[in-house]
């Protein structure tokens, strides 16, 4: 049967159809296996606009992901601008208007969550801290010191002086700010990639060390603790990189702390070990970036990229969440989170690399188990998880 309704005030009609179904009504059981369908895209490396990360989020939505690990900066640029510190982002940021405002962030932050997507913002410290040199020099140690190799994972060096109680409160302060801009009951603190030789030849922070009488993991808990501090007053819950949580003998960590499994999946069952909820991130599994080559100037762009090889979707989907947990900790599992680092990848090629592989994360960690447990199994003729898209859909990559 069809008919006309007219649009509201313009006079305007539209056709529409109705179609009747046999045997309704319909009763669909559906639910998550797991609470986390995670995906992280980082925006200090290269900038996407507030368009496309709104197309990434209706995206998401359609594939039941839930979870936007908004990696928001790095050592590279400051693209959030804060009212409390204007600095930041006039100094850190990339050139022209690719900046994120406070209403950007909360703008996107509401159009999640009318999707059902909860926004997770991360402030990374005290390692990928180097940006904050160009407004606060006095905060960061080896800012920018060449040759950046042995004190930092990847170029430029500089992090925070950790050690500094006045760079703890300033920090702390920072979060407040950041946080303010989100309503999700988590926010990222970082804590990956610490680099200890910084550190070490750092003469501010060994005298810091020296008139505390502190070792640099002492000095990394008592920042640890009073950063965190932040976050409990707000009512929030922090989410760490792994290395908080089994890379020292104690950073001072709630238990109440999400730690981010992506070092290396086999890392889940230390973690969990510890009493830890774990979001498994695993770069041997759910790493985007994976198998783009080399990227970093001084090495002339030679060689593989560090995770080598490619991720493929059918990689992603077999994987097993309880690998090596025991039953009685399963409950510890969250779920799991694709992550696109963005030095090789801009708005020109954002879409290919993130589709349809981000879409079968988000079927493992919403469907759970094949018919015969994990690992699954694609089919014989499996199919991309989700089609190339018209013009409204997502441009998927064919070697996904």
């Not at 808990?221 to 929030?236: E, W």
Request: with cysteine; proline share 6%.
């Amino acid at each position: 049967m069809s008919g006309q309704v007219p649009l509201g005030g313009s006079g305007a009609n539209i056709q529409w159809d109705v179609a009747y179904l046999p045997f309704a009504p319909y009763k669909i059981e559906d639910q998550s296996a797991f609470p986390w369908r995670a995906v992280l895209l980082d925006t200090s490396r290269h900038f996407f606009s507030k368009p496309s990360i709104l197309k990434m989020l209706d995206t998401m939505a359609m594939v039941k992901l839930n979870v936007f690990h908004w990696h928001i900066t790095d050592s590279n640029s400051w693209p959030l601008d804060l009212h409390e510190f204007p600095l930041l982002a006039k100094m850190g940021a990339y050139r022209g208007p690719r900046v994120y405002s406070e209403q950007d962030v909360q703008d996107i932050v509401r159009y999640a969550g009318e999707r059902g997507i909860d926004v997770v913002m991360e402030i990374d410290t005290p390692g990928h801290t180097s940006i904050i040199g160009e407004a606060y020099p006095e905060y960061i140690a080896c800012h920018d010191k060449r040759p950046w190799t042995g004190r930092a994972h990847q170029p430029p060096a500089g992090q925070l002086r950790f050690a500094d109680t006045e760079v703890a409160e300033f920090t702390s302060r920072l979060f407040k700010a950041a946080m303010s801009t989100t309503r999700s009951q988590y926010f990222g603190t970082g804590g990956d990639e610490i680099n200890l030789k910084c550190m070490k030849e750092d003469e501010p922070t060994r005298k810091s060390l020296t008139e505390n009488g502190w070792t640099t993991e002492d000095a990394l808990r008592d920042f640890t603790q009073h950063t965190h501090a932040a976050l409990a007053d707000s009512g929030r819950t922090a989410v760490v990189w792994q290395e908080m949580a089994i890379a020292y003998e104690d950073t001072g960590l709630s238990q109440n702390t999400v730690v981010e499994v992506w070092v290396d999946s086999n890392d889940a069952r230390r973690v969990v070990d510890k009493g830890y909820r774990i979001v498994h991130a695993a770069a041997d599994h759910f790493y985007l970036d994976c198998g783009q080559g080399g990227w970093i100037t001084q090495d002339g762009g030679q060689g593989n990229s560090w995770c080598d090889p490619f991720k493929s979707w059918m990689k992603m989907i077999s994987f097993d969440p309880y690998k090596n947990i025991p039953e009685s900790q399963r409950k510890l599992v969250l779920g799991g989170q694709t992550s696109l680092w963005a030095e090789q990848t801009d708005e020109a090629n954002f879409e290919s690399v993130m589709w349809p592989r981000a879409a079968a994360l988000a079927e493992l960690f919403w469907s759970g188990p094949g018919a015969k447990g994990y690992p699954r199994s694609p089919p014989p003729y499996a199919r991309h998880p989700i089609s190339h898209g018209g013009s409204r859909g997502p441009r998927c990559s064919s070697a996904a």
